[in-house]
């Protein structure tokens, strides 16, 4: 691979992954969004990775969809592309694997996250922003509506009023209205954003992960389910994890009162 669309690195249990297009706000390409497939693949494929942590590099988190790519970018003659194409090759599959990561994921944002940037930031687990961070939904001001997960995260996350108002105008909401509205989960300081989120990827990554996956699985299935099924679902769920490793490491740890080594995956 000749450009590092993506920068990886390993910290203890937690895989870093960096978007690095800095000079373009770390907009999406079709060759980065492959790359970023590919990492998170290595990372759920590698037993050693108990957690990912996303951020980007340079001032922003993520730009969206860069513009200018030859792959969705009309051209000056007018002849359209087919955006849907770009949307089921390359931005579903990673929007499906972060969902079914078998680890956590957590977001950094550092920065401005719009449009499919901002989308693919609330898909993850846990989400931390910097507070000179905004999120956008860019769509609208360009004549798309919200793609990468957008029209099923934002109504779950902040209710229908607000997703379209978000949708609708297009508007940046700043990292701490996001936090108050549910958007998000935290607002840190921007000179302690990495740190902090260095720090709950590792908390995270010597938890019984396998329990938070299904956890969140069960909140994701949950939202389709009524309360009956919801509760038969935890039950099967919770059957499961009965008889892995981590539950049993769990209680034996509480009774002997010691630190618990998880490692279920
Ligand atoms: O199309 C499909 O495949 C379907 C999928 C769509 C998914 C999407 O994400 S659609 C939405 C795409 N994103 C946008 O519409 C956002 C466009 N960018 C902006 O609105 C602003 O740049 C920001 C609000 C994000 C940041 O503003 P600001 O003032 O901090 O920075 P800037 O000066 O606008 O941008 C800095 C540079 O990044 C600039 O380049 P330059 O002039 O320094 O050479 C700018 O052109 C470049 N840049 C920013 N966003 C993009 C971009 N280049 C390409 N594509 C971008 N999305």
Known sequence: MS???IQIEQR???RLLRLN???ALNAFTAAMLGQLRQALEAAALDGTVRCVLITGAGRAFSAGQDLADPHVAPSREGAPKDIGYMLDHYYIPVALRLRSMPVPVVAAVNGVAAGAGANMALGCDVVLA???AGFLQAFSKIGLIPDCGGTWLLPRLV???KA???ALLGDKLKAADAAAL????RVVADAELQDTAMAL?????GMPIRALVETRRALDEALKLDYESALKREAALQSQLGFAYDYNEGVAAFLDKRQPEFKDR
Do not use: D, F, Y
């Open 3 to 5: 450009e590092h669309l």
């Open 12 to 14: 203890g249990a937690v």
């Open 21 to 23: 297009r800095p000079e």
């Open 130 to 132: 910097a507070e000179s």
């Open 159 to 161: 209710g229908r009023a």
């Open 164 to 166: 379209l108002e978000m």
């Open 182 to 185: 549910g958007l998000i989960s």
């Open 201 to 205: 990827a590792q908390k995270l990554a």
